[in-house]
């Protein structure tokens, strides 16, 4: 505490520099920070997938169906609970920028699957008597102000396109901190009535509820195996297998995120280490004098260390602060392009803990030399 | 009494014996000091003179353990620093030696009060313990109305009057001064002169003082002079067989 004085003074020797170098720490988290969250977004599919579920695609591809008939012979199989099914439904509500994700679901077994989806029960019922139904999730309700009543019109130029406006009879929450709240859901029935024949009695995938998740791995071959030599084989995957492999179809957003993410520590590193490296410079008599009349080789590499950090940890905070402020509005912006952006606890933390090691690390160089210079030569220097 | 023949009586508060310094620059070796014996007293002013290169600064940051001697020992109040580590001899600098620059060395974003303070903050004083020991180093230096002044905002006497407070502050065994009038006007040398006579007269300090001024010297109990690295002795009050009283 004795120190603060000193390391106080020494921060503020230089006002503008101070600034600038707390600036560019500072746009720079905030740059990170949004690398992460949109790294996070990507991967959250994975995160919050449900450990006791398997999604079950046509062998050639997701945009394969299969027939509905696979509904009930999975069932037979030992290990399975439940199984629902969707299909992609790929309308438009009013304009193209408006995406969001309009499944087709079974109604029947839909709550019984995803059960972290919850609708409340009065909500539900009203769905399940109106087959021109539907149910929105709170995010996308919210985006559009949509309440419970209003008319949905989607024009979908799937399935031999068309217009049709649904009821908005329910909103589901997601239970699951970070769940997807986007999607839009419809009758099976419906859907069924008015699809065209190749697509009627089919089912775009399966998600299929397990007695354990320690089945995953034995259920997901024995439905294979059942399909095995059909006209519909099948890809049975975990969940979270399944949303890896969904998000990866986006590129390597991951190798991508970390390349970006990589020079921007280096950048700041180089900036923040400069900083420091030329205040050390420029008061190498000064440290001289210190150690001099009794301060220790330690005791100088601390008081440089203490001011990277501080320079870091302030600039890093206020990084944080701008991008816990921008990251919704920009969310907002890129609603539909990229999957909802969140700034999680853990990403604030890890953004002050980057912020941590920068400012170690840009105060080491400099300050090792501090603490080995010798007061001899430093002062001669004076 | 100061001696330079190495007879010294063997409880001279600084014993210096058989110094010598050896510079390598490139492949040539440079002797800057050779055998050098001194012996100071507690309460003795010693001025060291003599051309440029010819040693003084070596000898001064020897005796202030900022450097290492090639050979020789330098005993004070009975230990020896020579044989100290680089940590041992950091502390001992903080506890025994109070330095005063040419050029103040003053840190500039702290106020009078704050350079002064600095080698306390090594102490386990407390915080008001320590403001009564810098209060009592500003008055000493007639600077006390000063305490609040950046060092940009004093003279060049003012701030080397600071940096003599920053000096005795932690009331060390004795100070080291290097050419401190060196950057002053003759008024402003004379009135930092007159202090660091008082320092030790009045308070019994030691000094071992750095100059190239003769009117400087004077001031001192003894000068020395030192000449391609030997230690010889001028002082005013006369030598006698190796020694001054």
């Known amino acids: 505490m004795k120190f603060l004085g000193l390391i106080f003074a020494n921060l503020f020797r230089k006002k503008l520099r101070l600034v600038l170098t707390i600036g ?54 030992p290990g399975v609970k439940a199984v629902t099914h969707n299909h992609w439904f790929g309308g438009v509500y009013q304009d193209e920028k408006n995406f969001f994700p309009q499944f087709v679901i079974d109604p029947e077994n839909q709550r019984k699957v995803m059960t972290e989806l919850v609708v409340p029960d009065d909500q539900w019922n009203n769905f399940l008597k109106d087959r021109m139904g539907a149910i929105a999730g709170a995010r996308t309700a919210a985006r559009f102000h949509w309440k419970i009543g209003d008319r949905i019109p989607i024009k979908t130029t799937l399935y031999g396109g068309g217009s049709s406006e649904f009821n908005l009879d329910g909103i589901y929450h997601s239970e699951r901190p970070g769940g997807d709240e986007s999607q839009f859901w419809l009758q099976w029935k419906y859907f069924d009535e008015n699809a065209p024949a190749p697509v009627k009695s089919t089912a775009g995938w399966y998600v299929v509820k397990l007695n354990s998740p320690d089945d995953a791995v034995s259920v997901a071959k024995a439905i294979d195996e059942k399909f095995a030599n059909s006209s519909f084989e099948t890809k049975s995957e975990t969940e979270s297998a399944f949303a890896a ?10 190798l991508l995120i970390l390349t970006i993410g990589g020079v921007v520590f ?11 490296a030329i205040s050390v410079r420029e008061r190498v008599g000064e440290l001289a004098v210190l150690k001099a ?5 330690r005791a100088v590499l601390f008081f440089v260390l203490a001011e990277s950090v501080v320079i870091a940890l302030v ?8 991008a816990y402020l921008l990251i919704p509005v920009i969310g907002i912006a890129l609603t539909g392009l990229l999957p909802p952006l969140m700034l999680s606890k853990s990403l604030l933390t890890l953004g002050v803990g980057f912020a941590l090691v920068v400012g170690v690390i840009s105060g080491l160089l400099p300050g090792i030399g501090a603490m080995r210079m010798r007061v001899v030569n430093a002062l001669r220097r004076v | 009494m100061i001696r330079v023949d190495g007879s010294g009586k063997s409880n001279a508060l600084i014993q210096v014996r058989g110094l010598d310094k050896t510079y390598r620059r490139g492949g040539e070796e440079i002797q800057v000091l050779q055998r050098l014996n001194l012996d100071v007293d507690k309460g003795d002013f010693v001025g060291f003179m003599g051309p440029s290169g010819s040693g003084k600064t070596t000898l001064l940051n020897l005796l202030g353990g900022l450097d290492v001697p090639t050979h020789g020992s330098i005993t004070v109040a009975s230990d020896e620093i020579t044989n100290m580590s680089s940590n041992k001899l950091t502390q001992w600098r903080a506890r025994h ?40 180093a500003l008055s000493v230096v007639g600077l006390a109305e000063r305490m609040n002044h950046y060092p940009r905002q004093l003279s060049g006497g003012q701030e080397q009057r600071v940096a003599i407070a920053r000096a005795i ?3 060390p065994t004795f100070l080291l001064c290097d050419e401190p009038t060196g950057d002053l006007d003759r008024k402003s040398a004379d009135e930092i002169m007159e202090l660091i006579h008082r320092l030790v007269k009045e308070y019994g300090k030691t000094v071992l003082m750095v100059t190239h001024d003769p009117v400087v010297a004077k001031r001192a109990d003894l000068t020395l002079h030192l000449e391609k690295g030997l230690l010889v002795e001028s002082g005013q009050l006369g030598v006698t067989a190796g020694g001054v009283a």
């Open chain 1, 24 to 77: 560019s720490f500072a746009v720079a988290l905030v740059l990170f920070t949004f690398l992460a969250v949109v790294k996070s977004a990507f991967s959250r599919g994975t995160e919050i997938a449900g450990a006791d579920r398997l999604v079950v695609v046509s062998r050639i591809g997701l945009t394969q169906l299969m027939p509905i008939s696979h509904r009930d012979k999975i069932l037979t199989i």
């Open chain 1, 245 to 254: 492999g969904f998000a990866k179809q986006f590129g390597n957003i991951e």
């Open chain 1, 266 to 276: 280096f950048t700041l590193l180089l900036v923040t280490g400069n900083t420091m």
């Open chain 1, 293 to 297: 009349i009794g301060f220790s080789g």
């Open chain 1, 315 to 322: 600039g890093g905070i206020l990084g944080l602060t701008l």
């Open chain 2, 97 to 136: 030696v109070g330095f005063i620059f040419q050029m103040y060395n003053l840190i500039p974003v702290l106020t009078a009060f704050q350079n002064v303070e600095l080698p306390l903050l090594l102490t386990k004083l407390s915080k008001s313990e320590r403001r009564k020991h810098v209060e009592t």
């Open chain 2, 169 to 171: 502050v932690a009331d």
